[in-house]
């Protein structure tokens, strides 16, 4: 009898799992897209770029091969990931209608669901981060070891800056495993894709590249424009094209330092120095310079050096500037538009500002407005959480020895460690903060449901 009311249990899991998630992808087929089917760097996965790993590339002629479309795949992946994240809640016994609230938080991002109908490997990044959070629950079970192996090493092999994500969860599965050696099956499995992808990449190509050498050079010409830079702590070969970025992008941090708004600021900077990564070569006094780009690319690691040796402080404000810039949504389009046509003319650069950035279409500036809002609410609430769950780390010695509070830990940790990383070596960019947009739905469930608690004991 046990038996039958079990599997009906299951059973009945498995016919809801498969409804929901068909609505789900009813849901985002159906909404706005805001993103365009290709962007620029569409291409590079699509020929398969050796500046791109393998797996994304593979992923689509495959589907090709079989016959499925890769749109199609893409929501259907990211829909079961969304319910699957529901499914947690609610094993972590949070009221249904929290769920509802967070399930509509998920779907209604068109920003978030958009990327599953564009060719980029966000949006499987995005299902695979999901699933490994409801993997995390069951980690004891050696079937979610297994599992969290395989989605942690399709995380490492597909991007870049899923490698981060990939280090931290596997950090915190060894607190959270009851037996440690169960860790080497993680392993192991967490290896599979990394050498498959290996395997896929070498086949093509002879050695990787890199982006990193572009975002280095693209650091040091915006904050060339900077009083503080001193051209003459840098190697003499450097020093021409650095006198004529310092004339270029002078402009750029004057302009800047007019802007009140710390948010606009931190976006419009990132876009510079998107300008300076790829637009700077192209300027007609450094093509007349006969400079050798692929020789200038080769000096990243001393460039890097002598960036941090003689402006760290400017480096250390401009990564900081790319934090805040990662939470500034849509504030560059709602100024643009505001502005009127004679006072955008003012702006530096403008006509390459407006390359640097994919097409998009927008929705109305009221509904932009509103997201902003709504981002600086999770800016606030992942900075007072990070500074309560901290404080509680440094006065509680059991603090650690409650999952729910490794959870916190470990969202946390995640999520700030992801955008700091990114903030250094990169730029800002809402498409960065969207990997992490569940767990900072999880934070702000989880920090409401202390809240609560706190208000109820005090």
């Not at 809801?16 to 760097?41: A, M, R």
């Not at 795949?73 to 990211?78: A, R, S, W």
């Not at 001193?230 to 003499?236: A, G, L, N, R, V």
């Not at 769950?389 to 830990?409: Q, V």
Request: charged share 15%; hydrophobic share 50%.
């Amino acid at each position: 009898m046990n038996f039958l009311i079990s599997r009906s249990y299951h059973i009945t899991r498995i016919f809801s799992l498969i409804f929901f998630s068909f609505v789900t992808y009813i849901f985002i087929d159906y909404s706005p897209s805001i993103l365009e089917g290709k962007q620029p760097d569409s291409s590079g996965y699509i020929i398969g770029d050796p500046l791109r790993p393998s797996i994304y590339h593979y992923i689509i002629k495959s589907l090709s091969y079989l016959g499925i479309d890769l749109f199609f795949f893409q929501k259907t992946i990211l829909s079961i990931s969304i319910v699957c994240l529901c499914y947690f809640l609610r094993k972590q016994k949070i009221n249904i209608f929290v769920i509802i609230i967070f399930y509509f938080f998920l779907t209604l991002n068109f920003y978030y669901t958009s990327f599953a109908k564009t060719v980029l490997s966000e949006s499987i990044l995005f299902s695979l981060i999901n699933f490994t959070v409801l993997c995390l629950i069951k980690i004891n079970e050696r079937k979610s070891q297994i599992i969290l192996g395989l989605l942690l090493g399709m995380i490492f092999a597909l991007k870049p800056i899923g490698i981060i994500i990939a280090i931290i969860i596997l950090f915190f599965s060894i607190i959270l495993l009851d037996k440690k050696i169960n860790f080497l099956t993680i392993i192991f499995c967490f290896l599979l894709p990394i050498i498959l992808e290996s395997h896929l990449f070498y086949k093509n190509h002879d050695k990787r590249h890199s982006l990193l050498p572009i975002t280095i050079a693209g650091k040091l010409f915006v904050l060339s424009g900077k009083n503080s830079f001193d051209i003459e702590k840098y190697p003499s070969e450097l020093k021409p094209i650095l006198r004529i970025s310092k004339n270029e992008y002078s402009e750029v941090h004057s302009y800047l330092s007019t802007i009140k708004n710390p948010f606009l600021r931190s976006e419009l900077l990132s876009d510079y120095e998107a300008v300076a990564q790829f637009q700077t070569f192209k300027l007609k006094k450094i093509i007349q310079l006969n400079y050798d780009k692929s020789e200038f690319y080769k000096k990243s690691n001393l460039i890097a050096y002598n960036l941090v040796k003689n402006n760290f402080l400017d480096l250390f404000t401009l990564s900081f500037s790319h934090y805040l810039g990662n939470w500034s949504i849509g504030s560059k389009f709602i100024f643009f538009e505001r502005e009127s046509l004679n006072k955008v003319k003012e702006i530096p650069k403008i006509v390459e500002l407006r390359k640097s950035s994919g097409p998009i279409t927008l929705p109305r500036l009221e509904l932009l407005f509103l997201a902003q809002l709504f981002f600086i609410f999770l800016f606030l609430v992942l900075t007072f959480f990070t500074l309560f769950t901290f404080f509680n780390l440094i006065k509680e010695r059991l603090f650690l020895k409650n999952k729910k509070n490794i959870f916190d830990i470990l969202y946390i940790f995640l999520v700030q460690t992801y955008l700091i990383v990114v903030s250094i070596v990169n730029i800002s960019t809402p498409r960065y903060l969207m990997v992490v947009y569940p767990i900072l739905l999880l934070i702000v469930i989880r920090s409401g449901y202390l809240f609560l608690s706190l208000t109820k004991k005090s």
